[in-house]
């Protein structure tokens, strides 16, 4: 007999089922026992007999055979009567390390995570990943559709990209190599290399010594860099474009997620585009709060998109016209005002969630720029030379995946919207 996932069961016309799963819950009376059964595509109640319950426990794969049967009082208003029953992955526990099947985790974020193999078989942890895979599909499908394409570009590189030394190191042969802090170099050698639209979905690395919430030192960031632009604005209205496709991507594929997590997205409006100096001058007559040079500080996040959403109705707002000390060594300067750059940053409900900008795009002023920032030009030969050969303007951006999904899902911790993190107390399991 053909398995059937539980998802499929409203419709299924067979009387007769043959089911796969784990045992999710167990509850006793007299002649029978109720057992939910979970698969990864949800839950059913199963009607099992005393008789086949003696080996039974939590957690236990188990397979199936039984009549479907409509039921009003059981859940989703059907019920498998079992008739066979074998195990097929047999479980060798005492105690579980924590409670899976109670309406809250009576465990730490610590202890989730040291046992993420356990944690990720409640529906509502595993919700999380499957809208972020959703993330990720509409991410693609958007850009695909416009013509970009998806490259791949190594992670292991020999110099690093935004410079600083918050890189991990590590020995390639007989040289001293780094992970990528981002494929900034490659996507745009790729724009000069005919492509002229691309994106990446990979790795990035930040040996950063921060233990926040919103912290991680391996993450996945959503890549773009696009030729042929005339400005940072056009960056600006592609993302907001995707941000609206991908809510009503999100509200078409992950209904039961989005319901099971309580979360509701809705149509965003136009993003306000507010320079960086106007909103330290609103934070400081609005807030009292004084704001590092150049920057946002956490807690001006925070209260910056508390007013964006009080003034605009908006849990997004670009922040623009970073300045020339606060922006890599490629970012494209700008005259108004002098010693800006033509950047920004995308805050989503307090974080930032993108950075992005144009790039300067001829070899001699590039060449110039870098020396500005007091690098040795030659350390860059391999990425400064494609700029020989007719380089057009482009520009691009890149979100953070984990990120983006903690604000979308309302989640307290970036490590909830993480998978197996990679922080500065964790690199295991």
């Known amino acids: 007999m053909e398995r059937t996932m539980i998802q499929h069961l409203p419709e299924t016309k067979k009387q007769k089922v043959l089911l796969k799963g784990w045992i999710y819950k167990i509850k006793n009376f007299s002649n029978f026992s109720f057992v939910d059964l979970r698969d990864k595509t949800g839950l059913v109640q199963l009607v099992i007999d005393s008789k086949k319950m003696k080996e039974l426990k939590l957690e236990m ?3 199936v055979t039984g009549k479907l049967e409509k039921n009003g009082k059981a859940p989703k208003g059907m019920e498998i009567h079992v008739e066979s029953i074998h195990i097929i992955g047999q479980v060798y526990y005492e105690l579980l390390p924590f409670s899976i099947n109670q309406s809250k985790v009576q465990a730490s974020l610590e202890k989730e995570l040291d046992y993420r193999y356990i944690s990720l078989r409640r529906p509502d942890r595993r919700a999380v990943f499957n809208v972020q895979e959703e993330v990720v599909e509409a991410f693609r499908g958007y850009l695909k559709g416009r013509g970009f394409s998806e490259i791949h570009t190594p992670k292991i590189i020999a110099s690093g990209t935004e410079g600083g030394s918050e890189m991990f190191t590590v020995n390639y042969f007989d040289t001293r190599a780094f992970l990528a802090q981002s494929p900034q170099f490659y996507k745009q050698m790729m724009v000069g290399a005919g492509f002229e639209s691309v994106f990446e979905i990979g790795h990035a690395y930040r040996a950063e010594p921060h233990s926040t919430y919103r912290h991680l030192n391996e993450y996945v960031s959503l890549d773009i860099e696009m030729g042929f632009i005339d400005d940072e604005n056009e960056l600006m209205d592609l993302e907001e474009d995707f941000i609206n496709y991908l809510f009503r991507h999100l509200n078409q594929t992950c209904t039961d ?4 997590l309580k979360v509701e997205l809705k149509e965003v409006n136009q993003i306000p585009r507010i320079p960086l100096k106007e909103a330290q001058e609103i934070l400081d007559n609005e807030y009292g709060k004084n704001s590092p040079m150049g920057n946002l500080d956490a807690e001006g996040e925070i209260l910056f998109s508390q007013y964006v959403k009080e003034k605009y109705n908006n849990d997004f707002v670009f922040l623009t016209k970073y300045p020339v000390s606060k922006r890599p060594m490629y970012a494209m300067p700008d005259n108004e005002p002098e010693g800006t ?19 300067i795009h001829d070899y001699e002023r590039l060449k110039e720029n870098i020396i500005r920032f007091g690098a040795n030009s030659e350390d860059f030969s391999f990425y400064l030379d494609s700029f020989k050969y007719g380089m057009p303007p482009h520009g691009g951006f890149a979100i953070g995946l984990e990120r983006i999904t903690m604000k979308l899902l309302d989640l307290e911790n970036i490590r909830q919207s993480t998978l197996l993190p990679r922080d500065i107390r964790r690199i295991e399991p």
């Open 61 to 63: 794969a188990i397979e």
């Open 257 to 260: 997620e989005l319901k099971l």
């Open 341 to 359: 750059t033509k950047s920004f940053d995308l805050i989503y409900k307090g974080l930032e969630i993108t950075t992005g900008g144009l790039r």
